[in-house]
């Protein structure tokens, strides 16, 4: 018998290679993704063995479709032994903000309003997991943290007190501290509640379901599609920059295996922590449980983040 992971965002980057890394470990995967024909052609490129995948189309931007790719997962017959929330949009040079078809800023509908929906729908599957010990794995970023260096090039994220949030989200309302917007501080607001969400589910339902839920920070994957929509010279740069000066480059596959690693591996087994590799780019850098952002870490905010984003998905 298998276990079953599902992936979001698995067409390319580091989900890609998770994918690849969890089927040769003997998984078997739901390919969550847009594009179902790029998600094909991408499995076929990597080698995933055809018995080893199935490819569900799913838009993280879209509530109604992540309801549907619920009850596209669930007439599979399947059970859920791991999800894994990786999918995310980036786009750092846009000037005016774009919109997901409920009405909400794109980045963060995409990246936290559609992920926050489905791990709350999803928890029913992974109560019934196969395993005696079902996980839930939400990607970080360092970006999230100002404490570190990666974290300090600004805009830092801020929360605030999520008054774009409780106005309800909708333009004129698109950041989640109710300021103006800002495209990259967009995305790293979206990953500090990426973060939040991961440490509240566990506050929320560990003890009670015996799911491990944790996040990861896989170290900087610079090659990956995620600065596609960057000036051209920076995704150039980038690579260089964090392999030579920052040294926090980690190749795709690498990056792949540790997110493989938080999903399968025994000694990940521990609810509610924030994953992150010393040595980041050898192979052989040793992982180790890093302390979140002060905002991350606020409980308080946790809780005002969790209800605002379950009104905003039709939660509450
Ligand atoms: P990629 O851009 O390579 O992959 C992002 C994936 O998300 C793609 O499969 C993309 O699909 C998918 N996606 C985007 N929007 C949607 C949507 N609306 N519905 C469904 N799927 C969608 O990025 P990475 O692999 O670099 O990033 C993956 C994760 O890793 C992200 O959470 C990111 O924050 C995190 N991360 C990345 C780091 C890095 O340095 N690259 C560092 C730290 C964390 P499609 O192929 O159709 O575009």
Redesign the pocket.
């Known amino acids: 018998h298998k276990s079953t992971v599902i992936i ?9 290679y998770a994918a690849n890394a969890l089927a040769k470990r003997g998984w078997h995967v739901i390919m ?4 179902l024909e ?2 094909e052609a ?1 499995a076929q490129t990597v080698g995933i063995p055809k018995d080893s995948y199935t490819i569900i189309h ?5 509530l109604d479709s992540v309801r549907k790719f619920v009850q596209d997962f669930r007439a599979t017959g399947r059970s859920l032994d791991a999800l894994v ?6 786009m750092p040079l846009i000037k005016e903000p774009l919109f997901s078809p409920d009405g909400y800023e794109l980045s963060v509908a ?2 936290h309003l ?1 992920h926050f929906l489905l791990c709350n729908l999803m928890l029913e599957d992974l109560k019934k997991a196969s395993t005696s010990e079902p996980r839930l794995v939400i ?5 999230h943290n100002p404490n570190e260096l990666g974290g300090k090039i600004p805009p830092r994220p801020d929360l605030g007190d999520l008054k774009g949030f409780e106005a309800g989200f909708k333009a004129p309302h698109t950041m989640i501290d109710g300021k103006k917007f800002e495209p990259v501080k967009a995305y790293k607001d979206s ?1 500090v509640c ?1 973060v939040l969400t991961m440490r509240e589910l566990h506050r929320r339902y560990h003890e009670s379901t015996g799911i491990t839920f944790s996040s990861l ?6 090659t ?5 929509n960057h000036y051209p010279l920076f995704q150039k740069l980038f690579p260089v920059f964090q392999k030579y000066i920052t040294g926090g480059f980690v190749s ?1 596959e690498l ?1 792949g295996e540790r997110v493989a690693d938080v999903v399968a591996d025994p000694a990940y087994n521990q609810s509610g922590i924030y994953w992150s590799w010393g040595n980041r780019q050898k192979k052989d850098g040793k992982s180790f449980v890093q302390k979140v952002s002060n905002e991350a870490s606020d409980d308080a905010k946790a809780e005002k983040m969790w209800d605002f984003s379950a009104k905003l998905v039709g939660l509450a």
């Open positions: 979001t965002g698995a067409s390319s980057g580091v989900g890609l969550a993704c847009r594009n790029k998600t991408a799913i838009d993280l931007g879209s929330c990786n999918a995310a949009i980036y995409t990246n559609g990607l970080g970023t360092v970006t990953k990426n920070y896989p170290g900087c994957v610079a990956t599609a995620l600065f596609r795709e990056a």
